[in-house]
């Protein structure tokens, strides 16, 4: 559907105003530097895919998608999009602030090539899903960023588009509507369309794009699995580097788990990194029979230990160790931590950690985390960080619905 080769933007800046003026009218006169926004950028993406797109910001990714819809032109490279695209980049990107909402709604369905009669026949579902009331009348330059991004939103979606591109306009709606969007998502997803779309929102990303896109400075750093992907992408995140480390083109030589760091993984890990990456010494999965295992029924106790050595750092007693069970899209379904509830002190010298729970997952496959954390902070910063130090099937002995199905009261009033 979309194929990218060496792909490049560049931009002329100017130091002063006047510079532009004198290398206009004295050609061989070089008055600017170049600023590469987009360098050789290639990929493929097929029919049906939804491709998440993260990196910081200034990373080029408002740029590579301001170009596959058409708003830029690339300075090198070769670029075929192959279908109808909608975008929503920018708030306010093809609106006249000045006309109402109902008057934006025909120039934006003007502007993608729909005759007046086509947008009638669009008119009422675009309105209910922007569902912005008597505002619909008012001029937009009035609206809220919430009511702009719904209205953008609603207008994209309802013109039949084979490519929808979304730039992280969903960041400024409530969840209610957040919700409504992406189930609209996996709506169009089913429907062979092929969507792009950047987020900051790492549990977004993983939850519903099937490959995931890294930039950094302009450069494609990773595409592949969203999982590995936004793996590497928090692991760098979360350092104090700001040098990207060493990447290869494709995520799939991780390195094993060696014999002489006592870790009882069995299958190799997805990403580990921290600021003192060598303090998880084992993990063992334990079931209520005391044996260790990958599987694991519904409703039996299951322990999870963990064999530590703790940090190097003058606050011990804001060290916490934390274990997360994951969907294979990376989403966290369940964390404890030995800061919850008070159950643990201060933890003291090296050993064993364990972490006993009555399993109400249903059947689903887990993926375990296994961290040491500084909590001195509203947000964790971390010691040792694996993802991937397990991997466990849950199973249930009859049919169960949900993710997890825990006891629950039933009486009639």
Excluded at 58 to 86: A, C, D, Q, Y
Excluded at 227 to 253: I, K, R, W
Aim: proline share 3%; charged share 25%.
């Amino acid at each position: 559907m979309i194929a990218v080769d060496n792909l490049s933007k560049i931009y002329k800046v100017y130091e002063n105003p006047k510079d532009r003026l004198v290398e206009t009218l004295f050609r061989t006169r070089n008055k600017h530097k170049e600023f590469h926004a987009l360098k050789n950028i290639s990929f493929e993406i097929k029919k049906g895919e939804t491709i998440g797109i993260v990196g910081r910001n200034g990373s080029g990714k408002s740029t590579l998608l301001k170009i596959l819809s058409g708003v830029l032109i690339p300075s090198e490279g070769f670029m075929n999009v192959g279908g109808r695209v909608s975008a929503i980049l920018e708030l306010g990107a093809g609106f006249n602030m000045e006309y109402s909402g109902l008057q934006n709604i025909y120039l934006n369905g003007t502007l993608q090539g729909k005759s007046k009669r086509e947008i009638d026949e669009k008119l009422e579902g675009i309105l209910s899903f922007a569902d912005i009331g008597d505002f619909i009348n008012q001029p937009v330059k009035t609206y809220s960023s919430g009511m702009f991004a719904r209205l953008a939103f609603a207008v994209a979606i309802n013109v039949d588009p084979d490519i929808l591109i979304v730039d992280e306009a969903l960041a400024v709606g409530d969840m209610k509507f957040q919700t409504k969007c992406f189930q609209k998502f996996e709506e169009m997803k089913s429907n062979g369309v092929t969507i792009l779309f950047v987020g900051h929102d790492i549990s977004s990303i993983r939850k519903f794009c099937d490959r995931t896109m890294w930039l950094h400075q302009g450069e494609m750093v990773l595409f592949g699995k969203t999982l590995e992907v936004t793996s590497e992408y928090m692991e760098f995140m979360n350092s104090e580097n700001e040098s990207l480390p060493q990447m290869v083109d494709q995520l799939t030589n991780h390195t094993p788990v060696s014999p002489d760091n006592q870790l009882s993984f069995t299958e190799t890990i997805i990403n580990r990194w921290g600021s003192q990456p060598n303090l998880i010494k084992a993990v063992r999965i334990i079931n209520e029979k005391g044996q260790r295992t990958q599987t694991i029924k519904h409703g039996e106790i299951v322990r999870i230990t963990v064999g530590y050595e703790l940090p190097d750092t003058n606050n011990p007693e804001s060290v916490s160790i934390a274990i997360s069970l994951k969907n294979n899209m990376g989403l966290d379904l369940l964390v404890y931590t030995t800061k919850d509830d008070n159950d643990i002190e201060d933890l003291v010298g090296n050993g064993d950690i364990t972490f006993e729970f009555v399993n109400f997952f249903t059947d689903i496959e887990l993926i375990l985390v296994v961290a040491i954390e500084d909590r001195s902070s509203v947000h964790p910063q971390y010691y040792d960080y694996i993802e991937g130090a397990g991997y466990i099937k849950s199973v249930t002995d009859i049919q169960l619905f949900g993710i997890m199905h825990p006891p629950v009261r039933k009486y009639l009033n």
